[in-house]
């Protein structure tokens, strides 16, 4: 089946523009996770979903970074007024959400985010 | 604060067996996971473990001591596909999942 997918694979912005980034969670998969990795680094956890809530932003950077996933599927990562420093692949991650806090994740291909 | 700590660089060559060690130290925990991912590519699920003792899935295996804040993952006869970056990441307390900063593992002919 179809795994996670997100678009664009490749963003390029200037600094101070707004970006939004899109992530397509495997079918069924209620809980669905965002980090960021920079090159040569680990994921780093932002955010994570359990259906249409947020249950835990506590890794969301400051306020200009906000996501949603409105019914409990696609989710967007938007970036207001974007700096030289978010630049980063932003991955996307979904699991079955049945086994609680057990579960695989399963990682999309990311996008890359450069700002100029 | 949260940290997991693991070596950067691992040399091993074809056939041979490496171990690549995880210690963490995190506020609140459930398990380690350990991710692989070749560059350019997306971190894939190799383990989990929740519990204490050895977990096998094929040639590789996964280790974890809670009590030692401890865990590693064992790569069985390897090839050269299994070069690529190996993470450890903790389920912590929370949703919050902490990765490592990765090891980059090198097989060699």
């Known amino acids: 089946g179809a795994g996670v997918s997100q678009t664009p694979s490749n963003k390029v912005t200037e600094k101070g523009k707004y970006v939004e980034l899109r992530c397509d969670p495997i079918?069924?998969?209620?809980?669905l996770y965002w980090y960021r990795q920079s090159l040569g680094q680990g994921p780093e956890f932002l955010i994570y979903?359990?259906?249409?809530?947020?249950?835990?932003d506590s890794g969301l950077p400051n306020d200009r970074f906000f996501a949603v996933r409105p019914e409990g599927s696609v989710s967007t990562l938007k970036i207001q007024r974007t700096e030289r420093g978010d630049s980063a692949v932003y991955l996307c991650?979904?699991?079955?959400?049945?086994?609680?806090?057990?579960?695989?994740?399963?990682f999309g291909p990311g996008t890359r985010l450069t700002v100029l | 604060g949260q940290s997991l700590e693991q070596p950067s660089e691992v040399t091993a060559v074809e056939g041979a067996i490496v171990q690549i060690n995880c210690t963490y130290q995190?506020?609140?925990?459930?398990?380690l996971s350990w991710y692989q991912q070749h560059d350019g590519g997306a971190p894939t699920f190799l383990s989990y473990?929740?519990?204490?003792g050895l977990e096998e899935t094929g040639r590789f295996s996964s280790f974890l001591s809670r009590s030692d804040s401890y865990g590693y993952l064992l790569l069985q006869e390897l090839q050269m596909k299994d070069s690529a970056s190996y993470f450890c990441?903790?389920?912590?307390?929370?949703?919050?999942?902490?990765f490592g900063a990765g090891t980059r593992l090198f097989v060699k002919a």
């Open positions: 991650a979904s699991s079955p959400g049945t086994s609680g806090r057990t579960d695989t994740q399963y």
């Open positions: 079918s069924g998969h209620t809980a």
């Open positions: 979903f359990q259906g249409t809530g947020a249950a835990d």
């Open positions: 995190t506020s609140g925990f459930y398990g």
């Open positions: 473990n929740a519990l204490d």
């Open positions: 990441a903790v389920l912590t307390g929370g949703f919050k999942t902490i």
